[in-house]
């Protein structure tokens, strides 16, 4: 056999870390190189021991997994993502594809679905958990970052905006009037921008909106 396959651990859970890395460690393709509590600290590790690939959390502290993962797509383009989450929201896997990432694998699946998506996704690959594989991401992968299967899921600058305003507590009345919007037009992008992401609630609008930093912004 060639040579391991180098993995950074992301991840704020000690005791998940530690986890994940005693799994990672018993197998003869693996190695842990480092582990990062936080998203900067991920970056910065990234960047100093080039791993394959990085098994990232989602929501950590400092810098969320969403933003770390941009930005290593961006600074380390060598560097390939797992995401590791709680989350089963669609919408918050359909963000971290976007942001880069190659794998999205929940916390709660059996160990070897992530073993699974570690060599896929080191091989060149592309991994879903199999636990939350849809017909809602069929045609995600096989295409370059815009492509029409992820342009499908992206918002306008106006739907995104709609959002933010929801889940910061807006009514559409009050929305339409800072937008200078009739409340119909805001119930579109409103309506549109939930369909793109199979949102169903309020609920979701604001966890979707922590995920994007919106929240940190106000």
């Known amino acids: 056999m060639g040579s391991k396959i180098r993995v950074l651990l ?5 005791t998940v870390r530690e986890g994940v890395r005693l799994l990672l460690g018993a197998q ?8 990062a509590g936080d998203g900067r600290a991920a970056l910065r590790l990234a960047k100093e021991l080039a791993p ?4 990232m959390d989602v929501s950590m502290p400092e810098l969320n997994g969403l933003r770390a993962t941009e930005l290593l ?5 060598g560097v390939r993502v797992v995401a590791l989450t709680r989350h089963t929201d669609k919408a918050y896997m359909q963000q971290l594809l976007q942001a880069g990432a190659a794998g999205y694998v929940l916390k709660l699946s059996d160990p070897g679905v992530l073993l699974q998506a570690v060599r896929a ?3 060149g690959g592309n991994y879903l958990d199999p636990a939350i594989t849809g017909k809602a991401l069929s045609g995600y992968f096989g295409r370059k970052a815009g492509g029409a299967s992820v342009a499908e899921v992206y918002l306008s600058d106006r739907e995104s905006e709609v ?9 559409n009345k009050e929305i339409a009037a800072r937008l200078d919007l009739s409340v119909k037009t ?9 369909r793109k992401l199979d949102m169903h609630s309020r609920i ?3 966890r979707y909106a922590m995920l994007r930093g919106w929240l940190d912004e106000t």
């Open 52 to 55: 394959d690939l990085v098994l």
């Open 186 to 194: 805001v119930e579109a992008h409103k309506a549109n921008a939930m």
């Open 28 to 35: 003869p393709d693996m190695e842990v190189v480092g582990e």
């Open 163 to 171: 959002l933010r305003l929801i889940a910061l507590g807006y009514s």
């Open 121 to 123: 996704v080191a091989a």
């Open 204 to 206: 979701d609008i604001v």
């Open 73 to 77: 797509h961006e600074q380390c383009p």
């Open 10 to 14: 992301a991840e704020d859970h000690r």
